[in-house]
């Protein structure tokens, strides 16, 4: 009876190790080589010509934040599966600059595993914006969108402020930025202070309510809507949202009454969501000591084994 136990801590401990092992997310060496200069200020290069190793600044712009990569819904990714693997190289063979990058619909149209998303609708409302009307093909959706750090955080948070904070940085990410505003536009940047200086308590608003509710239609059909409009068409009714049915209950509260739902039924959904975000943040740590574990276990096996060939023996 006691040996079948064992036997059960071993095939737990093993299942527990295994799983630890293989639910990390981390760099791989192909990124860890492009990150040696672009998640830090200063980078290091072998001068041919000099024939000395050179260091220089890296240019803002083009520093990436590896924490926040790796929990992006493409964290995974290899730089390669969207850049050149020319980058290889350093210098950058300047010819780089031209190379035209995937947008999210080339790989994602027609997207069956992620159908949910409803990328092909997304992209119909987005061509319908202000933004599409006024910039065209140079608004593209990593404009909002940051191909490095996008994460679904409508979906997966489990907190309206952040979902609040999270979006309107994409926006205020330009509207608050004359250098960013003018890669779309030739405009003066409007200032939003004065732009919207009829809306009292302006700054609990910014936190507490996302851009897109007052400059987009609520579209029942998907999370997000997508189709800015035209400022005439913003809403500046107070009604809309203080009243007994606000606006907000079909937008911004909407993610509340999903999770309340998922906290009842599906509970399935919130552990994945919950595992992938503790697969990101694993550290080296935990992997030592699933190592540990996996030795510990293996070396109890063999032991095991042995005493039980000695003891057949003797008998
Ligand atoms: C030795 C340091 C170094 C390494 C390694 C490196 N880069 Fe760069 N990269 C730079 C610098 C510096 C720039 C700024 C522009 C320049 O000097 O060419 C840059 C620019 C870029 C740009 C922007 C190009 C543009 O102007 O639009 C991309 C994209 C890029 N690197 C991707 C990569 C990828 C992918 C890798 C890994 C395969 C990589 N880099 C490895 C130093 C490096
Ligand atoms: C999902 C696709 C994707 C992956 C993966 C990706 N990039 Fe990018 N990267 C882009 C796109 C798209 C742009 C252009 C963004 C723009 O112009 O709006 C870009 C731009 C850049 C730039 C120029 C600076 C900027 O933000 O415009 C650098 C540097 C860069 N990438 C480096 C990297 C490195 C290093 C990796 C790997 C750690 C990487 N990228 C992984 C899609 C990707
Ligand atoms: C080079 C092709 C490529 C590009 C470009 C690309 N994606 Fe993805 N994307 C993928 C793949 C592949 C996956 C699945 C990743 C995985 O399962 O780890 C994915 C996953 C996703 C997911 C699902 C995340 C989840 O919850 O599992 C979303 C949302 C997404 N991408 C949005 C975007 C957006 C927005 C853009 C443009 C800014 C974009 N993608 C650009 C290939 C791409
Ligand atoms: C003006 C800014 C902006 C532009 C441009 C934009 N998006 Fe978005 N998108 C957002 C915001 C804000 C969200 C909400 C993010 C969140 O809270 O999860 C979002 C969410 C999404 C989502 C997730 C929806 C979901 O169901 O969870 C997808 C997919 C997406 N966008 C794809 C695209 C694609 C494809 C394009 C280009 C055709 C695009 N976006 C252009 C701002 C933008
Ligand atoms: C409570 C509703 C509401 C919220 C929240 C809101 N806006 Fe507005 N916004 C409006 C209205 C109404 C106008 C039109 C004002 C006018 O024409 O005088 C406007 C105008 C604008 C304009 C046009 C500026 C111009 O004159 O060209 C921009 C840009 C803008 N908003 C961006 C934003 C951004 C970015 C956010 C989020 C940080 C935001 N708005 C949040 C209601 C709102
Ligand atoms: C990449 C920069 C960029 C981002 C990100 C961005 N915008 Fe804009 N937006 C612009 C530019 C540029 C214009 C003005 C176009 C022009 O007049 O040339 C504009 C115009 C507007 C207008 C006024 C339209 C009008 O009628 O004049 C509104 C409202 C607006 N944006 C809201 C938003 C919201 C909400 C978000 C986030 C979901 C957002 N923007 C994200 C660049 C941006
Ligand atoms: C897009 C929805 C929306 C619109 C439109 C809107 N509000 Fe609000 N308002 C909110 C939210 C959400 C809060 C924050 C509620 C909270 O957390 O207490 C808020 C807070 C306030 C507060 C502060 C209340 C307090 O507890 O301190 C005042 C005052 C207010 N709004 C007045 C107005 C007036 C006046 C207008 C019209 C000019 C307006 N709001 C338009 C959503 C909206």
């Known amino acids: 009876m006691s040996q079948r136990k064992n036997y059960i801590w071993l095939v737990c401990l093993l299942l527990l190790s295994s799983y630890t092992i293989a639910d990390e997310v981390q760099l791989s060496e192909a990124n860890k080589h492009c990150l040696e200069c672009h998640a830090n200020q200063t980078f290091k290069f072998y001068n041919e010509w000099m024939e000395t190793t050179s260091i220089r600044m890296m240019n803002p712009f083009y520093i990436i934040d590896s924490v926040s990569y790796l929990s992006s819904v493409h964290g995974g990714f290899n730089c ?23 947008t999210c619909i080339d790989c994602h149209g027609g997207d069956e595993t992620y159908a949910d998303f409803k990328f092909d609708m997304i992209e119909e409302e987005f061509s319908k914006s202000v933004h599409y009307e006024i910039s065209g093909e140079s608004f593209t959706c990593s404009k909002c969108h940051n191909p490095h750090y996008y994460k679904t955080t409508a979906r997966i948070s489990a907190s309206i402020n952040e979902i609040v904070s999270y979006n309107n940085t994409m926006c205020l990410s330009c509207h608050n930025n004359d250098l960013k505003y003018q890669t779309v536009s030739g405009t003066q940047l409007p200032q939003l202070g004065k732009v919207h200086d009829w809306l009292p308590n302006q700054e609990l608003h910014f936190q507490k309510v996302r851009c897109i509710e007052c400059h987009t239609h609520v579209v029942d059909s998907f999370m997000v809507s997508h189709n800015i409009m035209p400022k005439e068409e913003a809403l500046n009714d107070c009604n809309g949202c203080h009243s007994a049915n606000s606006l ?30 503790i697969g990101a943040n694993q550290n080296p740590f935990l992997k030592l000591l699933s190592w540990i574990i996996f030795a510990v276990t293996l070396f109890a096996i063999a032991l095991h084994w042995i005493f039980r060939t000695i003891k057949r023996k003797k008998s």
């Open 80 to 102: 390669f599966d969207c850049h050149s693997p020319d980058y290889e190289t350093y210098p950058h063979n300047a010819e780089l600059k031209l190379e035209p990058l995937n």
């Open 248 to 277: 907000l209950k079909a937008s911004l509260y909407k993610y509340q009454n999903i999770q309340a739902r998922s906290e009842e039924g599906k509970l399935g959904a919130l552990i994945s969501n919950e595992a992938y975000i």
